[in-house]
């Protein structure tokens, strides 16, 4: 009885071990998405880049010039000014200054960063901010604020 006692004993305390575990960050898996866009963009690519944002109709790509709505709306405006050109895409750089989950699942990520765009034309850059959350096991941008 004494034994039977301890192992139950043992179980119940490694359950309740467990139970409080917060499942560990994996910033790699945020800057890869952000390196797999970069790679894509390079490539002409579009739909790959845009393959990285969320398809919910409450994504947003909010710049100077407004508020986009939608994957749909985000693509179309990506298309209409860089038309896929190669050379009016020109060279994507990425430099992130800051990763973080900003809850205990890691199922919504902030990134801080900037962005370097060479063209044979001109060289624009600028700063992003990302709010990203997982969908179907993988982060997707949701909030897309670049500047």
Partial sequence: ?????LITLTAVMVVACNRGQKP???YNELA??????QQAWNSGNLEAFMSHYSRDTGMQFITQKGVKKGW????????KK???????MGR???KIDKLEFLDENNSVGHINGRW????HS?????HFSLITRREQGKHRIYIDHTW
């Fill in 1 to 5: 009885m004494k034994k039977i006692f």
């Fill in 24 to 26: 560990q960050p994996d």
């Fill in 32 to 37: 890869k998405m952000l390196f797999q866009q």
């Fill in 72 to 79: 749909k709306a985000t693509l179309a405006g990506y298309q």
């Fill in 82 to 88: 860089y038309k896929g050109l190669k050379d009016s």
């Fill in 92 to 94: 994507l750089d990425f």
């Fill in 116 to 119: 370097y765009l060479y063209r």
């Fill in 122 to 126: 001109d060289t624009p850059n600028g």
